[in-house]
């Protein structure tokens, strides 16, 4: 007997845990341009299962990104020391990075550039799509994507 597949109705948000939430709320909101549509601070039984770390806490802000209803999370904890729980920069397998889509591959170059942030190189192109790679305060990896034909995601790029 084969068994259904979960019934997803869409995609909600990325979660990235910051070393510094005023920090990295600078460069989600004033650099890339997010919106802060909730701001809370998080303790308690909720906290410590999402964690399994008792006495967890700390403050979560989440930012929508512009065109979508998609939000990146950012999660700041209170309660560790930032230097002694740093995570990789980059694993083997799993999360690789958070693409977000610009109409003008050029022009977000030279406005992070402007702000102050450093891309991974030059731009490289796959199957018609243009990228280049910057990284938060915290080395998270962000890829900077440029769709042909005003495509905003690789499934509008697709045809899906």
């Not at 002694?84 to 799993?94: E, L, M, S």
Request: charged residues 25%.
């Amino acid at each position: 007997m084969r068994l259904a597949p979960l019934d997803i109705r869409g995609f909600s948000h990325v979660c990235i845990s910051v070393a510094d939430i005023e920090r990295s709320l600078r460069f989600y909101r004033d650099v890339l341009g997010l919106r802060v549509i909730f701001d809370v601070e998080l303790a308690g039984s909720g906290m410590e299962g999402a964690t399994g770390e008792p006495g967890a806490r700390g403050r979560m802000v989440g930012c929508l990104v512009p065109g979508s209803r998609v939000t990146i999370e950012l999660l700041g904890f209170a309660h560790r020391d930032p230097a002694a729980t740093r995570k990789p920069v980059r694993a083997a397998y799993g999360y690789s990075n958070v693409a977000l889509t610009v109409a003008d591959l050029a022009l977000a170059r030279r406005q992070l550039a402007a702000h102050g942030v450093d891309p991974l190189g030059e731009p490289v192109e796959v199957a018609g799509v243009r990228m280049f790679f910057v990284r938060d305060p915290d080395g998270t990896p962000l890829e900077i994507v440029e769709f042909p034909r005003g495509a905003l995601s690789s499934a509008d790029h697709n045809g899906a």
